[in-house]
């Protein structure tokens, strides 16, 4: 675990190698960016009794989060006696859609990224992520556009954010 530790710093923490939230990577398809990105993930969220907390430090677009709504679903289908019902029918509605709007969307691009960082634990681990969720667009019939990569770093959501007319002034 401690020869791990450092390495996993270097891949996902800070300045990240590989980003584990949804809005790092993308296609720029929404106008209003970022914020209209999360406001619809939260919407998933919200319409089925799931919030993050204040005191939670992951963004709702960060892949434990979308992980776990998912397999709210999931669990919400399951407990139904019978999948015919119009709760059952609600929650895979909205599992399809979540899967093409978000979690089948970007895992794909994610995946890519850590194959190309070579880290043995968690290019088996990003491998083992991809094929379940694109086992789980094929349960649903969820046929998600790919996005092509992580997006270049936004030097307006720096924490260091210095103003680029700073040296010409």
């Not at 677009?61 to 679903?73: A, W």
Request: hydrophobic share 45%; proline share 7%.
């Amino acid at each position: 675990m401690e020869t791990l530790q450092p390495a996993y710093l270097t891949l996902f923490m800070g300045k990240a190698k590989v980003s584990l939230h949804e809005t790092a990577y993308g296609d720029g398809r929404r106008m209003g960016g970022r914020p209209v990105e999360l406001a619809d993930i939260n919407g998933f969220y919200s319409a089925f009794g799931m919030h993050i907390q204040d005191t939670d430090p992951d963004l709702p677009d960060h892949l434990s989060v979308e992980l776990e709504f998912l397999s709210t679903l999931l669990l919400k289908m399951a407990w139904q006696k019978t999948p015919s019902t119009a709760q059952s029918q609600i929650c895979a509605r909205a599992a399809r859609k979540f899967l093409e709007d978000h979690l089948g969307r970007w895992v794909p691009s994610l995946v890519k990224q850590l194959d190309e960082e070579g880290l043995a634990p968690w290019i088996a681990l990003g491998r083992l992520l991809n094929l379940a969720i694109l086992g789980e667009c094929r349960a649903f019939g969820a046929k998600p556009v790919l996005l092509p990569g992580r997006l270049p770093a936004d030097p307006m959501q720096a924490d260091d954010f210095n103003c680029p007319m700073q040296e010409a002034a």
